[in-house]
């Protein structure tokens, strides 16, 4: 699809060169880049002495020198950026967000709620808990999807052999809309199921038929693959089964529990979140 809008989260380690991908993408499919440079700042550590109402609030020189310290090299990255943008030539702004991990859901789910696509660069991984709240932010706080690992293949966002993780869920179908773009303008789409039920109120008397058939109508090569897992962990065998078909990107709803219970137990959404080994498009 021409003419998207590519919503790129970028840590305070990434380089111009991480851009570069995104510029071809960008220039093949007259889309716009939105680079967001993200700084998580440290909780304040504010310190109180003398006795309330009259006592007072301090908070260190130092904390407060390294975030003007991190806000100026944002802000430099955020010029170099649109310098990038110019000379590349491809349409293109970029912006900072300065503030704590906590917060940064709220902060950006405004700018994924006008995106077609989020993206999560690798280096934001060294912030654990800013890169969870940001997906979360994309995730349940917008429509858009968001790939991550996007340096794991050579496009991620032109995927020549996409693998479809399916089940009847709301957010797999989610996924696959959100993807479509994508679908359509890969040369292979292969459509795995994962210990389906086949009967009409589970997966269906044919687990992935029925949406082969509607890819088919939007123009996709479309492959249907029932697995089994063999008691191994479903991210895994997902990831394992896309690499053997030689898929480029891994499509799947993504919390098909809630995020507590996924947080607290587990499950294939945290597992494919987690791993560092294959790039993955998620949609809720």
């Known amino acids: 699809m021409r003419k998207q809008t590519i919503l790129v989260l970028q840590g305070p380690q990434g380089t111009e060169a ?62 170099q950026t649109n310098h990038f943008f110019e000379k590349e030539g491809v349409s293109g702004e970029a912006g900072v967000i300065c503030t704590f991990p906590a917060s940064l859901d709220d902060v950006v789910a405004p700018r994924a709620m006008l995106c077609d696509v989020a993206v999560i660069q690798d280096d934001l991984r060294s912030y654990d808990d800013a890169f969870r709240n940001l997906l979360y932010g994309v995730l349940f706080k917008s429509p858009a999807g968001i790939v991550l ?45 994962f210990d389906a039920v086949k ?62 219970r996924e947080a607290v137990f587990g499950g294939t959404t945290r597992s494919m979140v987690d791993q560092k080994d294959a790039a993955v498009f998620l949609a809720h």
């Open 149 to 193: 690992n996007p340096h794991r293949t050579e496009k991620p966002l032109q995927p020549a052999h996409v693998f479809i993780a399916w089940n009847t869920s709301k957010p797999a179908a989610r996924a696959v809309r959100e993807a479509l773009p994508m679908l359509v303008a890969a040369k292979q789409v292969t459509i795995a199921t």
């Open 18 to 79: 991480d851009l570069s991908y995104l510029a071809d993408t960008a220039r093949a499919q007259d889309a716009h880049l939105s680079v967001l440079h993200i700084g998580p700042t440290e909780p304040i550590p504010a310190y109180a002495y003398g006795g309330m109402p009259y006592g007072a609030v301090e908070i260190p020189h130092k904390w407060v020198e390294e975030r003007e310290s991190l806000a100026r090299d944002l802000d430099e990255k955020r010029k």
């Open 199 to 260: 009967n009409e109120t589970a997966d269906g008397e044919e687990p992935g038929a029925d949406l082969a058939r509607w890819l088919s109508h939007h123009g996709c090569n479309v492959t249907v693959r029932q697995y089994d897992s063999a008691g191994v962990e479903l991210g895994k065998a997902i990831r394992e089964h896309a690499s053997g078909v030689g898929a480029d990107l891994i499509v799947m709803g993504a919390y098909g529990h809630t995020r507590v």
